[in-house]
């Protein structure tokens, strides 16, 4: 908003004498600061002086005219010592020799200021403006005057954007109205957001910026002379009521016109609040009494009466805004509010330094909460839409049951709200009462609204899918999407587990949870639960975790176990290991361990139904075992199935003895004209035992061969 009259400009003012340009930052300084010492400020000119000595602006002016004007905005806004200084040193470490160590040990009080804004530099814009934002908000976290010494940078750049080749201040512009601007208006700095859209605007669309001026300008005579009627009304009626007030006439900023043309496609004939009157009265109550004497003398437009002074807005503008229908019949805005309202208005944050009896001085709420999520952001290309879109939505106020205050953007619903107050209270969210009266997760929350959340007990409770198509705010979104992904975690391990034992089983060995650990290392996995989750997901093929097993060497490699001659591995040396009487596997056969709790290892075959029933339930109980060379020798039992007929016997017992083993003992069950035959004898390995079962099967008249009990 431009008053009337303008007020002089945030940093203004310039020194005549060019021997002496730094006086007027020290006038400025000292007048809001008036014990203070200056001598770190002069220190800091003489340093940055000598350190931009040859530099060059694209104006062509003498590169330190840049940072003097910046502490001469800063000095005007009322900052303290240690913000002027750094805005006069904010260049140095960026674009000089000099060094954050030098820096911090000549100027301690500033050189932290003078890094958060060195370090936002360090990336170009043009690689990557989001990184820089996301690093000046947590920067802002720590210290909230960063942010005024970046902005204040930023006001005396738009200053000479015309300098600049069109395209690039064009862009500078754009990146001014989306972020910069919301920075200073939620900081408060209304003079200075004022400003800055004025100013981008005009880079950004130059055409219509025109346009707009001339259509204000067309119109200014007859409105100047309406306006001027309306204050003078007003000014006796308030004065009637024994109100002094201060009276004057605002015209609104070509911006908030064009802003109501293009985005409320308003026609601008009918735009009729270009100007409003703010009226500036001693105390708060008379901004009520005002409100009232207006109120009677002018009919206000219903629903149009704001009380900012009873609820502040978060950036704690304080005012009384009402429109009433002027002599002339249109609307006009007033605005009212005491001189201290006036300068928070003004000046914001700032004001807070310049008036430290107002109490101490606390950071904005918002800081913290939109640096909580910026900080949780990955993805660059997310960070600038959605600070952008954080900044635009107008804000709003609830509380919870005990009458903390959350503040939300407009819009925003119970999930929002309960993400706002704890994760672990929207994660597990299943209801919400407003006000006491049970409501919809995704109702639209009001400003005054109790909102109370209502959660499940259940660990396993976890947050809808749904919910991400209704919160409003970046935080929940990050928080639900965080979560859900931890859900689907858990799924993807469980698939993934599974996947990688029936690989094995069809390997026909088994891989131990030590063979695993290993394999998982040396595949890069901070956990088995990642590697499992990884396969789960489809991002690692189970084959991948085998080749690993076997490079690293943890197949195979194992405790004897002299008896069966076998290798099983993971399990404690001395551990009593025996062959599973369920499926009493031979050398050869795949196998696999089993620790029990109490009988140590048992060696099942892999097809043991058994076997695969205890894996699955506890996979890290099976041990990596297999058969170890020829040796010893193993007790089998066969069953041939055949036609009966003469000689069969003989030539059965002929096969056996040609596959080189020899029988311990056989019988026989004759049924009408089948014959099954059962066969025992002693085998070294599987492989002979299969070249029985081929001998025997090669015999005339035999339809099946296979292992007893099987
Ligand atoms: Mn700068």
Redesign the pocket.
């Known amino acids: 908003m431009r008053p009337l009259s303008p007020s002089r400009a945030l940093g203004a003012e310039i020194s005549q004498d060019p021997f002496d340009l730094l006086s007027p930052v020290l006038r400025s300084f000292s007048s809001h600061h008036p014990k203070d010492d200056t001598s770190p400020i002069e220190k800091a000119w003489e340093v940055a002086k000598s350190l931009h000595e040859g530099q060059f602006r694209a104006s062509g002016e003498p590169y330190i005219s840049?940072?003097l004007g910046?502490a001469q905005i800063l000095a005007d806004l009322g900052c303290e010592r240690e913000v002027v200084t750094a805005g006069l040193l904010?260049?140095t470490v960026e674009d000089t020799g000099y060094s954050l160590e030098e820096c911090r040990k000549e100027f301690p009080e500033a050189a932290p200021l003078v890094e958060g804004v060195t370090k936002l530099s360090s990336i170009s814009w043009e690689i990557s403006s989001a990184e820089t934002i996301k690093k000046l908000i947590l920067a802002m976290q720590q210290d909230v005057r960063v942010g005024v010494v970046k902005i204040a940078?930023r006001l005396?750049?738009a200053r000479t954007w015309r300098f600049m080749p069109p395209q690039k201040a064009s862009r500078k512009a754009k990146e001014t109205l989306d972020i910069y601007v919301h920075l200073a208006d939620r900081l408060g700095m209304g003079k200075v957001k004022a400003e800055l859209e004025e100013l981008s605007f005009k880079y950004l669309d130059p055409k219509i910026y025109r346009e707009v001026v001339q259509m204000v300008e067309a119109k200014a005579g007859s409105r100047d002379e309406y306006l001027r009627g309306m204050m003078k009304e007003i000014r006796i009626s308030l004065k009637q009521c024994g109100i002094r007030a201060r009276i004057a006439g605002r015209l609104k900023s070509h911006f908030s016109i064009y802003r109501k043309i293009v985005v409320l496609k308003k026609d601008f004939d009918r735009i009729y609040d270009i100007v409003g009157i703010r009226v500036i009265v001693g105390s708060t109550p008379d901004c009520y009494r005002a409100l009232g004497v207006i109120h009677g003398r002018w009919q206000p437009v219903p629903g149009r009466m704001k009380d900012y002074i009873g609820a502040p807005k978060p950036n704690f503008y304080q005012s009384l805004h009402t429109t009433i229908l002027g002599d002339n019949g249109q609307e006009i805005e007033i605005q009212i509010r005491t001189e201290e309202m006036h300068r928070q208005d003004e000046y914001g944050i700032a004001a807070h330094w310049r008036y430290k009896e107002l109490g101490d001085f606390e950071s904005p709420e918002w800081i913290s909460r939109t640096a909580n999520w910026v900080k949780d952001l990955q993805d660059p290309s997310e960070i600038l839409p959605a600070l952008k879109n954080d900044f635009i939505s107008e804000e709003i106020s609830t509380l919870t049951p005990k009458g903390k205050t959350i503040y939300l953007p407009e819009g925003a619903c119970p999930v929002d709200f309960a993400y706002a107050v704890h994760t672990k209270i929207g994660d597990a969210a299943v209801g919400a009462k407003i006000n006491g009266v049970p409501s919809s997760l995704s109702a639209k929350l009001k400003t005054g609204d109790c909102v109370e959340i209502l959660t499940s007990t259940s660990p396993n409770h976890s947050p809808s899918p749904d919910w991400l198509s209704f919160v409003l705010t970046p935080k929940a979104k990050n928080k639900i999407k965080r979560s859900l992904s931890r859900e689907k975690n858990l799924e993807d391990r469980g698939e993934g587990k599974k996947a990688l034992f029936s690989q094995f089983l069809s390997y026909g060995r088994m891989l131990s949870y030590s063979s695993l650990l290993q394999a998982s290392r040396r595949m890069g996995f901070g956990s088995l639960d990642a590697l499992y989750a990884a396969v789960g997901a489809g991002k690692v093929p189970p084959a991948a975790v085998w080749k690993a097993a076997l490079r690293s060497g943890a197949v195979g490699e194992g405790q004897d176990s002299k008896r069966y001659s076998l290798r099983v591995e993971g399990v404690e040396k001395g551990e009593r290991i025996e062959l599973a009487k369920c499926c009493k596997p031979v050398p050869g056969d795949p196998i696999a361990g089993f620790v029990t709790n109490s009988r140590g290892v048992r060696i099942h075959s892999l097809q043991c139904p058994d076997f695969i029933k205890l894996s699955e339930k506890s996979p890290d109980k099976v041990a990596d075992a297999h058969w170890k060379g020829p040796s010893g020798d193993f007790e089998a039992e066969i069953e041939v199935l055949a036609l009966d007929r003469r000689a069969l016997l003989a030539d059965l017992s002929l096969a056996i003895a040609n596959a080189c083993v020899n029988l311990s003992s056989s019988r026989q069950k004759v049924a009408s004209n089948l014959v099954s035959a059962y066969f025992s004898f002693k085998v070294r390995n599987l492989a002979q035992l299969e070249q029985v079962t081929k001998s025997l099967e090669q015999v005339e008249g035999v339809i099946e061969v296979k292992r007893a009990g099987s």
Do not use: R
């Open positions: 840049h940072p910046v904010h260049d940078d005396y750049n």
